[in-house]
T-cell receptor, first 117, second 112 residues
Framework: GAGVSQSPSNKVTEKGKDVELRCDPI?????LYWYRQSLGQGLEFLIY????????KSGLPSDRFSAERTGGSVSTLTIQRTQQEDSAVYLC???????????????FGPGTRLTVL | AQSVTQPDIHITVSEGASLELRCNYS??????LFWYVQSPGQGLQLLLK??????LVQGIKGFEAEFKRSQSSFNLRKPSVHWSDDADYFCAVDTGRRALTFGSGTRLQVQP
């Protein structure tokens, strides 16, 4: 597609359940990012992929959060044993990566709104 | 650690009026600087960015921003706002580690 796509657009789950959020980056973009947007914390960086490896996962809030990327394309963010404080909009972005040079621009998807009951 | 401050939580302007949204950053060197806009239910769209050179940067939708090193600021401006500019605006910095650090955002409301 032309832009970054994310699925599902909305997800409602019960506390304690696991959820998977998917991100399809722009074709040809080697870098992929996950952010979280919540009322209390604003926009927070979670993890960054270059290719299939994650050189920076410093923003993952706990070991319940994990992410993987396969084939240098699609990424999945998994939240295990969800808690109510996990409720937020999860945004994915992609960029050219190493070939993007200085100020490599990140292009954002529409997000997945996660609600934990 | 770097930080970004957007001191105005909510701004209301009349359509056709000029606009300035403030952004200050805290970082030891000059970071890469960005402004993004987010319309209701939408993702973030890049308005403009600064990484070197001319301190006045032109962006999309008639926006511009000026980098002032002495004030650690990167304020966003538009000479005449349109009703479609009603949205949330986020300033962000990249200190070279690729992860963006965002300000808390400014809600812009445009009155007819």
């Amino acid at each position: 597609g032309a832009g970054v796509s994310q699925s599902p657009s909305n997800k409602v789950t019960e506390k304690g359940k696991d959820v998977e959020l998917r991100c399809d980056p722009i074709s040809g973009h080697t870098a992929l990012y996950w952010y979280r947007q919540s009322l209390g914390q604003g926009l927070e960086f979670l993890i960054y992929f270059q290719g299939n490896s994650a050189p920076d996962k410093s923003g993952l809030p706990s070991d319940r959060f994990s992410a993987e990327r396969t084939g240098g394309s699609v990424s999945t963010l998994t939240i295990q044993r969800t808690q109510q404080e996990d409720s937020a909009v999860y945004l994915c972005a992609s960029s050219l990566g190493a070939s993007g040079g200085a100020a490599d621009t990140q292009y954002f998807g529409p997000g997945t709104r996660l609600t934990v009951l | 650690a770097q930080s970004v401050t957007q001191p105005d939580i909510h701004i209301t302007v009349s359509e056709g009026a000029s606009l300035e949204l403030r952004c200050n950053y805290s970082y030891g060197a000059t970071p890469y600087l960005f402004w993004y806009v987010q319309s209701p239910g939408q993702g973030l769209q890049l308005l403009l960015k600064y990484f070197s050179g001319d301190t006045l940067v032109q962006g999309i939708k008639g926006f511009e921003a000026e980098f002032k090193r002495s004030q650690s600021s990167f304020n966003l401006r538009k000479p005449s706002v349109h009703w479609s500019d009603d949205a949330d605006y986020f300033c962000a910095v990249d200190t070279g580690r690729r992860a963006l650090t965002f300000g808390s955002g400014t809600r812009l409301q445009v009155q007819p």
